[in-house]
Each structure stands twice: as C-alpha cells, then as structure tokens.
C-alpha cells in the first residue's frame, strides 16, 4: 500500500538517502565555488584536506594494512636475501681466503720441508765428511803410534844392546881395574913386607891399617894409623917400612883415574906373614 510517507522516500524510483547526498554534494560544491572566489589559496587550502580526507574514507584498511604487511613482508624476504647473499659473499671470501692461507701455509710446509730436508742432507753430509777425517785421522794416528812403538822397540832393543855392551865393558873394565888394583896393592904390601923390620915386641896376629896419601909417581905423601896394633913398636915398624919401600914405581903405568879412585888415597892393612906362622 502505498502512503505519502512512502511517496517521499521514494522519488521517481531513488532512495532518499541518495536525494540527501546530492543535495549535501550541490551545497558543497557551491560553498567551495564561494569559497574559490574569495580567496583561491585558501580555498585551495581547505579543498585539498577534504578531498584526500574523502580519499582517506574511500579506502579500505584492512586492504592497506594487508598491502603494508605485504609490502614489509617482500622487503623483509628482500633484506633476508639480501643479507643471505651478503653471508654468502662473505662466506665465499672467507673460504677463499681459508683456502689462500692453506695453500700458503702448504707452501711453507713445503718449503719448510724441503730446507729440513736439504739441511739434514747437509748435515750428514758434513758427519759423513766429519766421520771420514776422524776415520781417516784415526788411522794416521794408529800408523803413527805404531811407528813410534816400532821406533820405542828398536830404540830400546838398541839401548839394551848398548847397555849390555856398557855393561860388558864396564865388567870387563872393572875386572881389568880390579886384577890392577889387586896387583898393585899386592905389590905395595910386598914391597913394605920386604923391607920390615920385626920389632921385638911384634907378637902372630898382630896388624895395623895404615891410611896413605901418595902420587902419581909413587911417592908417599904421609901415612897415618888408622887402627893400631895395639903395639906402638909394631905400629911405627910398620910406618918406617912404608916410607923405606917408597916409591912404588909400579903404580906410574896406572891409568889416572884407576890412581884417582884407589891409590890417591889408600888403605893398607898392614899384617906381616911373619907373623901368620
């Protein structure tokens, strides 16, 4: 049923609501054509608002903050990749370089190797060389000291020989000096014997050593009693014929030193034969 509220409503078939917004729009329009006269920039100032503010109410938020979330969503994967990229590029480099310092700490192993090598080389070289001269200084040593022992052995076969010559001469001298001194101090006794004068208090066993002094030519110097008879008659019988035989001629074919070493000065034990029986 149609009433005249119904008529105002609807007009010509629109809604009511419609009328109003053309109407609100018409007033609008006007007030900015008004507004646009009286001043143009500030009807620009105040239009400009109102029609982004219109714009701001057009569009919807929820499809603004999908697009944000969106937009943030792409320039998150874009950093991530970004940053992925940049871990990568810095991996790479660091690998590389890892890989440069291995091959250099190689190359110096190898090289390090190689002068360990070249001077353990060197080294035995060297003991090698060092072993030989020792080798070789040892050998010479050994040739040396052998031939010093050949020489010691030769040289001491050679002094025993000599020294046995010595000794043989020196036997031979001295039993030659022995037999002359023998003979010559026999002769001297014999020759006091000969000319002794028999005391009368001369008794058997009685002797006398007398201590001379002579020279080469057989002349006494003086003679001294060395130990007495026990008898001065006997020790001054025997003293007189001492100097009576003198001098003994035989003692001038001596040679000097047999004279020097037995005759300069000689003991002579004076002990008649008389006197034995």
Known sequence: MNTPLNNLVIYNGYPLSIVVALVIHIMIFLTLLYLQSAS?????????????????????PQLRNQQLREQRRVEQRRRQEQQRQEAERLEREAQQQREAEQQQLAREQAALREREELERLRERAKREEQERLEAESQRRRQQEIAA???RSRQQEAQRRRQQELAEASAAEAARTEFELVQSATALIQQAVQETWSRPPSARNGMRAVLQIRMLPTGEVLDAVITQSSGDPAFDRS????????????????????????????????????????
């Open 40 to 60: 143009e920039a500030q009807s620009l100032e105040l239009v400009q608002p109102t029609v982004i503010k219109a714009l701001f109410i057009d569009e919807n």
């Open 148 to 150: 010093e022992q050949e």
């Open 238 to 277: 025997a003293e007189n014929a001492l100097f009576r035989a003198a001098p003994f001629r035989e003692l001038q074919s001596l040679p000097i030193n047999v004279f020097n070493a037995n005759f300069r000065s000689l003991s002579l034990i004076f002990e008649p034969e008389d006197l034995l029986n």
